[in-house]
């Protein structure tokens, strides 16, 4: 599995579109709407990483940031709707890893959290969910960086193993999530989706590192291990 990341943010909308796209990247999540709930679980469930707005009920991000810089070297990116340089340099001079202005593009916000777990030995992400991003709210796929064009068939495949990295799907299991797609679909069509994909999204499909068969079972997105 990824990093368990704890978002703050005191706008559900906005705390769910981040939720989305750092699943659909492989982390595991925990949301909470405002500074006491976020000081709170910090200490319980001790996450890699925090995502921190600056303006929050209770308890700012800046005033849990403080708090939590006295007992965890945890990492904190802030966020803020203000775009004052002295609420910036105060974050920083807390102790946050880094700082957004919003608004700003999901996409953007996960690359920002990928080099920061990069940068901490405990919490650096698997070599395969570094290589691979899948983006359920715009259908996209990306490898190393670069985007790849998958089918609707192969899209829904990616899209429901990724949401339970690790996890072995039957091939009747994965032909649930394409049905409405290709209505002609059988268990044989998502071997034929598999080898497709593994053409795309690995360094050498005769040797996979991400889209792994489970011989006598099916098959599985193998996020949490080593490549």
């Known amino acids: 599995m990824g990093a368990t990341i704890l978002i703050a943010d005191d706008d559900p909308r906005h705390a769910e579109g981040i939720r989305r796209y750092l699943v659909a990247a492989g982390h595991?999540?925990?949301?909470?709407h405002d500074g006491l709930a976020a000081l709170e679980?910090?200490?319980?469930d001790r996450p890699d990483l925090l995502i921190l707005d600056v303006m929050m009920?209770?308890?700012s991000g800046l005033e849990v940031c403080r708090t939590l810089r006295q007992?965890?070297?945890?990492?904190?990116?802030?966020?803020?709707?203000r775009s004052d340089e002295s609420d910036l340099l105060l974050g920083?001079?807390?102790?946050?890893?880094?700082y957004m202005t919003k608004p700003f593009s999901p996409r953007e916000l996960v690359a920002r959290v990928r080099t920061l777990l990069r940068r901490s030995s405990r919490g650096a992400l698997p070599p395969a969910a570094q290589?691979?991003?899948i983006d359920s709210a715009t259908h996209r796929v990306?490898?190393?960086?670069?985007?790849?064009?998958?089918?609707?068939?192969?899209?829904?495949?990616?899209?429901?193993?990724?949401?339970?990295?690790d996890r072995v799907f039957s091939r009747a299991q994965l032909l649930h999530h394409t049905r409405g797609i290709d209505r002609n679909s059988t268990e044989r069509t998502i071997d034929m989706y598999v080898m497709k994909l593994r053409r795309k999204i690995e360094h050498d499909?005769?040797?996979p590192e991400l889209l792994l068969t489970v011989h006598g079972v099916g098959y599985k997105l193998a996020f949490g291990s080593a490549s």
């Not at 990306?142 to 990295?165: H, K, N, W």
């Open 57 to 59: 009920p209770g308890l």
């Open 41 to 44: 679980r910090a200490r319980q």
């Open 142 to 165: 990306t490898v190393d960086g670069s985007p790849v064009e998958c089918t609707r068939g192969e899209f829904a495949i990616l899209a429901a193993m990724a949401g339970q990295p």
């Open 92 to 98: 920083l001079d807390l102790g946050a890893d880094d």
């Open 131 to 133: 290589r691979l991003l």
């Open 28 to 32: 595991e999540t925990i949301v909470v």
């Open 71 to 81: 007992e965890s070297d945890v990492l904190v990116l802030m966020v803020t709707a």
């Open 205 to 207: 499909p005769r040797r």
